[in-house]
Protein backbone atom coordinates (compact mmCIF):
# COMPACT_ATOMS: atom_id res chain seq x y z
CA UNK A 1 0.00 0.00 0.00
CA UNK A 2 3.09 2.42 0.64
CA UNK A 3 4.17 1.67 -2.88
CA UNK A 4 0.73 2.50 -4.55
CA UNK A 5 0.26 5.55 -2.36
CA UNK A 6 3.78 6.80 -3.35
CA UNK A 7 3.24 6.25 -6.91
CA UNK A 8 -0.68 8.11 -7.16
CA UNK A 9 -2.27 4.57 -6.80
CA UNK A 10 -5.89 4.65 -4.37
CA UNK A 11 -5.98 1.72 -2.39
CA UNK A 12 -8.60 -0.54 -1.00
CA UNK A 13 -8.67 -3.05 2.04
CA UNK A 14 -10.12 -5.94 2.63
CA UNK A 15 -9.86 -7.10 6.36
CA UNK A 16 -11.89 -9.10 8.49
CA UNK A 17 -13.80 -8.26 11.36
CA UNK A 18 -11.03 -8.92 13.98
CA UNK A 19 -8.78 -6.51 11.92
CA UNK A 20 -10.93 -3.64 11.57
CA UNK A 21 -8.13 -1.36 13.30
CA UNK A 22 -5.07 -2.77 11.77
CA UNK A 23 -2.55 -0.82 10.61
CA UNK A 24 -3.00 -1.82 6.83
CA UNK A 25 -6.71 -1.41 7.44
CA UNK A 26 -6.10 2.35 8.41
CA UNK A 27 -3.50 2.97 5.52
CA UNK A 28 -5.88 2.39 2.68
CA UNK A 29 -8.08 4.60 1.23
CA UNK A 30 -11.02 3.14 1.64
CA UNK A 31 -11.63 -0.48 3.64
CA UNK A 32 -14.26 -3.25 3.27
CA UNK A 33 -15.07 -5.53 5.90
CA UNK A 34 -15.44 -9.13 4.35
CA UNK A 35 -17.44 -10.03 7.77
CA UNK A 36 -16.22 -12.84 9.83
CA UNK A 37 -13.54 -13.69 12.34
CA UNK A 38 -11.38 -16.61 10.58
CA UNK A 39 -9.72 -16.64 7.18
CA UNK A 40 -12.46 -18.99 5.80
CA UNK A 41 -15.12 -16.88 6.54
CA UNK A 42 -12.77 -13.66 5.29
CA UNK A 43 -9.90 -13.77 3.58
CA UNK A 44 -10.15 -17.10 1.54
CA UNK A 45 -13.94 -16.77 0.23
CA UNK A 46 -12.92 -15.21 -2.99
CA UNK A 47 -16.58 -13.62 -4.05
CA UNK A 48 -16.61 -12.35 -1.00
CA UNK A 49 -13.06 -10.09 -2.22
CA UNK A 50 -14.09 -9.83 -5.68
CA UNK A 51 -17.69 -8.14 -4.61
CA UNK A 52 -15.63 -5.75 -2.36
CA UNK A 53 -13.50 -4.71 -5.68
CA UNK A 54 -16.57 -4.35 -7.96
CA UNK A 55 -18.25 -2.05 -4.93
CA UNK A 56 -15.45 0.13 -4.87
CA UNK A 57 -14.46 0.27 -8.39
CA UNK A 58 -11.44 -1.25 -8.18
CA UNK A 59 -9.10 -2.66 -11.37
CA UNK A 60 -6.88 -4.83 -9.61
CA UNK A 61 -6.59 -6.88 -6.52
CA UNK A 62 -3.30 -7.95 -5.18
CA UNK A 63 -3.83 -11.13 -3.34
CA UNK A 64 -1.11 -10.29 -0.65
CA UNK A 65 1.25 -12.91 0.07
CA UNK A 66 -0.39 -16.28 1.38
CA UNK A 67 -3.99 -16.87 1.41
CA UNK A 68 -5.64 -16.48 -2.26
CA UNK A 69 -1.47 -15.24 -3.53
CA UNK A 70 -0.67 -19.21 -4.71
CA UNK A 71 -4.57 -19.96 -5.97
CA UNK A 72 -4.81 -20.41 -9.85
CA UNK A 73 -8.51 -20.47 -9.74
CA UNK A 74 -8.91 -17.10 -7.99
CA UNK A 75 -6.21 -15.68 -10.28
CA UNK A 76 -8.99 -17.05 -13.03
CA UNK A 77 -11.93 -15.53 -10.98
CA UNK A 78 -10.55 -12.09 -10.79
CA UNK A 79 -9.40 -12.23 -14.61
CA UNK A 80 -13.47 -13.29 -15.60
CA UNK A 81 -14.55 -10.61 -13.65
CA UNK A 82 -12.53 -8.51 -15.20
CA UNK A 83 -9.72 -7.43 -12.73
CA UNK A 84 -6.41 -7.64 -12.88
CA UNK A 85 -4.41 -10.13 -10.97
CA UNK A 86 -1.20 -8.68 -9.50
CA UNK A 87 0.92 -11.78 -9.61
CA UNK A 88 1.08 -14.52 -12.01
CA UNK A 89 -0.57 -15.62 -14.49
CA UNK A 90 -2.99 -18.73 -13.30
CA UNK A 91 -0.66 -21.25 -15.32
CA UNK A 92 2.07 -20.21 -13.94
CA UNK A 93 0.92 -20.59 -10.49
CA UNK A 94 -0.31 -23.87 -11.11
CA UNK A 95 3.18 -25.21 -12.26
CA UNK A 96 5.05 -23.61 -10.02
CA UNK A 97 2.66 -25.34 -7.32
CA UNK A 98 4.15 -28.71 -8.09
CA UNK A 99 7.46 -28.75 -7.30
CA UNK A 100 7.96 -31.77 -9.82
CA UNK A 101 6.37 -29.53 -12.58
CA UNK A 102 9.00 -26.90 -11.81
CA UNK A 103 11.79 -28.77 -11.48
CA UNK A 104 10.37 -30.47 -15.19
CA UNK A 105 9.47 -26.40 -16.41
CA UNK A 106 13.34 -25.28 -16.00
CA UNK A 107 14.66 -28.09 -17.17
CA UNK A 108 13.07 -27.62 -20.40
CA UNK A 109 14.40 -24.19 -19.89
CA UNK A 110 18.13 -24.79 -19.22
CA UNK A 111 18.19 -27.30 -22.37
CA UNK A 112 16.49 -24.43 -24.67
CA UNK A 113 18.71 -22.02 -23.16
CA UNK A 114 21.97 -23.88 -23.60
CA UNK A 115 21.44 -25.26 -27.53
Avoid: W
Avoid at 46 to 52: Q, T
Avoid at 81 to 97: H, K, S, T
Avoid at 100 to 105: D, H
Amino acid sequence: MRTATAMGIETVAVHSDVDAAEPFVLAADQAVSLGGESAAESYLVAEKIIKAANATGADAIHPGYGFLAENADFARQCEAAGLIFVGPRPDAIERMGSKLEAKRLLARRRRAAAS
